[in-house]
């Protein structure tokens, strides 16, 4: 299993940035995938999740209107887009996924497997 997030970088506040997070195929139907950032001495937060079988979402209160997780057509690529980015989003954002649920959460604990995080900074 490779769990591969991508698209982290420097973004002035007000910017945008979209995070990719890669999956070598799953043999199960029915699994989730979030989207977590740790900030430096924070505590790792759920910021966004998608089922693979529904296509729910569930958001933040913190990305709700500002950010957007979606999935290419195959369903091996899941995009995290964050819009109007501000210098309290500055954190290592990871992707996860859960598998065997038909729906997601935004409970780390949850999370079956985790791939490496990327990188995000906002300069004010």
């Known amino acids: 299993l490779q769990l591969q997030a991508s698209g982290g970088g420097l973004v002035q506040a007000g910017g945008s940035l979209r995070l990719s997070c890669a999956h070598s195929e799953f043999t199960l139907d029915y699994y989730a995938i979030g989207w977590f950032r740790q900030a430096p001495g924070k505590e790792r937060e759920g910021v966004s999740c998608?089922?693979?079988?529904?296509?729910?979402?569930d958001y933040a209160d913190s990305a709700k209107g500002r950010f957007a997780i979606s999935r290419d057509n195959a369903g091996n690529t899941f995009y995290l887009q964050m819009n109007n980015l501000k210098p309290e989003d500055t954190a290592i954002y990871y992707c996860?996924?859960?598998?065997?649920?038909?729906?997601?959460?935004?409970?780390?604990?949850?999370?079956?497997?985790w791939g490496q995080g990327t990188l995000v900074t906002v300069s004010s």
């Open positions: 996860a996924v859960e598998f065997s649920v038909a729906s997601c959460s935004l409970w780390s604990d949850e999370y079956d497997y």
């Open positions: 998608i089922s693979s079988s529904s296509g729910s979402t």
